[in-house]
């Protein structure tokens, strides 16, 4: 019996060609912040900036809305565009349903996945700004992204089925990835009050032994959707996220060594222990 974990790549090229474009992509942001090349958003929103009086500056909540919108409504849109013969996960239809509705709980959780909607308006309190040209490029991954994921799901309908299911399971991994996700940018958002910018040390949940637990359960998240997906394409982005996401919290690691003396060391990264 063949053990296969993926379903079979629809056959035109530019959909073949999709993962290792993705991957090369979210490998080069990594690189990118880990050399110094930071996406300028949150506290990083204004370095390298050659001539800042050129630059256009947002809010972090109008910058926030911009990256995510646009992902979030080709996710909304999916359901009319690929409607589905019912909600039964046993179907290949309902497989696609589910990865419609995972796309769309990621946005609504708050910078989650594709992440937005309902986390950025009530849950953040925001400090710093982002500018336009990094909310343009990240805005168009995004909505590259959920766009791809959905209609590569889309062609396999009527593919056979990979020998290995793990959709079950996928959508057990996306709501523990969720809800922490969810849970540790609600105890940051307490760390300020109304009107306060600055940055405080984290603490409670994972914050005791990573600083950026809402990174490592964003990296939950998108492997449950790889999970329920089980596509090459869903694949890359739950590889291709978790390296960018590792780049972005060493980098963030070193920013809060520099700006607090009493940053605890025994606090990693991402990975509890580890890294």
């Avoid at 506290?43 to 979030?72: D, E, H």
């Avoid at 309902?94 to 309902?118: N, P, Q, T």
Wanted: aromatic share 16%; charged share 15%.
């Amino acid at each position: 019996m063949d053990h296969t974990f993926l379903f079979q790549q629809p056959p035109p090229a530019y959909i073949r060609a999709l993962p290792p474009i993705t991957l090369l992509f979210l490998s080069y942001l990594c690189f990118s912040e880990i050399i110094g090349k930071h996406l300028q958003y949150s506290k990083f929103w204004n370095v390298n900036s050659q001539s800042k009086s050129n630059q256009i500056k947002l809010s972090s909540k109008t910058g926030m809305l911009l990256l995510y919108g646009p992902a979030f409504l080709a996710g909304v849109a999916s359901f009319g565009l690929f409607p589905y013969g019912g909600l039964s996960l046993t179907t290949t239809g309902g497989r696609m349903a589910a990865v419609e509705a995972l796309d769309c709980g990621a946005v609504i959780d708050g910078h989650s996945g594709y992440a937005g909607g309902v986390g950025v308006l009530f849950v953040h309190k925001f400090s710093g700004g982002m500018v336009l040209d990094s909310a343009i490029l990240i805005s168009g991954a995004y909505f590259s992204l959920a766009a791809s994921l959905i209609y590569v799901q889309h062609l396999t309908e009527g593919l056979p089925e990979p020998s290995i299911d793990l959709k079950y399971l996928g959508v057990v991994i996306f709501l523990v990835g969720i809800s922490g996700n969810f849970y540790h940018h609600y105890l940051l958002s307490k760390l300020r009050e109304k009107g306060d910018k600055g940055y405080k040390l984290p603490k409670g949940g994972l914050f005791n032994l990573v600083l950026c637990p809402h990174y490592l359960f964003e990296i939950i998240a998108f492997w449950g959707i790889f999970f329920v997906s089980q596509t090459a394409l869903s694949l890359s982005c739950a590889f291709g996220v978790a390296l960018y996401l590792a780049g972005r919290s060493f980098v963030t690691r070193k920013w809060y060594l520099s700006k607090f003396e009493n940053f605890p060391r025994e606090v990693k990264a991402l990975v509890p222990f580890v890294f």
